[in-house]
T-cell receptor
Framework: AQSVSQHNHHVILSEAASLELGCNYS??????LFWYVQYPGQHLQLLLK??????LVKGIKGFEAEFIKSKFSFNLRKPSVQWSDTAEYFCAAVIYNQGGKLIFGQGTELSVKP | DADVTQTPRNRITKTGKRIMLECSQT?????MYWYRQDPGLGLRLIYY???????NKGEISDGYSVSRQAQAKFSLSLESAIPNQTALYFC??????????????FGEGSRLTVL
């Protein structure tokens, strides 16, 4: 069965530190990949997405992610985090033409200390 | 106003009670979904509906039922709530393109506690 794995459950950083959150998926065919963010007390919002083309995608608020097909990975990065980035981050994948059934990773809680 | 609205936002109930969570959307999307979120498990799909007459089970549908009353409304019911159904429940929508690409729009969540 297809799955999405996030390696870190809780990451604690100081402001201005660099961030990289790992995400791996298990499917050999065409996938669409996403990072969603959930700020405290809020609903999930799309941070960025990869469908095809340039494997380095840029999202909102300075986030970017790199799709590495050979590693089945889609890691999220940000050069310098801010306190306002404190949130839970979910990696998700959908197999093309599978009706939007997103498969979510377990989530990574990011805490940024001021 | 939110495009995807869930009610109630918080509910505490007792084992054995029937609970309904409601979702309505103003995005005009034809596809709607119910997920539950549990710490350390991410979000898991309970049910999804492609239109009013098309309802499908997700990966964890046991103990739940749904009703698509109209294109804009999709309700989730727990016929006899049990404690391990304590979770945060999210409704989501997508249009047809979004259903193929995975772009969903989420409601703000309904936190359910079953004692």
């Amino acid at each position: 069965a297809q799955s999405v794995s996030q390696h870190n459950h809780h990451v604690i950083l100081s402001e201005a530190a660099s961030l990289e959150l790992g995400c791996n998926y298990s499917y050999g065919g065409t996938v669409n990949l996403f990072w969603y963010v959930q700020y405290p007390g809020q609903h999930l919002q799309l941070l960025l997405k990869y469908f095809s083309g340039d494997p380095l995608v840029k999202g909102i608020k300075g986030f970017e992610a790199e799709f590495i097909k050979s590693k089945f990975s889609f890691n999220l990065r940000k050069p310098s985090v801010q306190w306002s980035d404190t949130a839970e981050y979910f990696c998700a994948a959908v197999i093309y033409n599978q009706g939007g059934k997103l498969i979510f990773g377990q989530g990574t809680e990011l805490s940024v200390k001021p | 106003d939110a495009d995807v609205t869930q009610t109630p936002r918080n509910r505490i109930t007792k084992t054995g009670k029937r609970i309904m969570l409601e979702c309505s959307q103003t995005k005009g999307h034809d596809r709607m979904y119910w997920y539950r979120q549990d710490p350390g498990l991410g979000l898991r799909l309970i049910y999804y509906s492609f239109d009013v007459k098309d309802i499908n089970k997700g990966e964890i549908s046991d103990g739940y039922s749904v009703s698509r009353q109209a294109q804009a409304k999709f309700s989730l019911s727990l016929e006899s709530a049990i404690p391990n159904q304590t979770a945060l429940y999210f409704c989501a929508t997508s249009d047809r393109r979004g259903a193929n690409t995975g772009e969903l729009f989420f409601g703000e969540g309904s936190r359910l506690t079953v004692l």
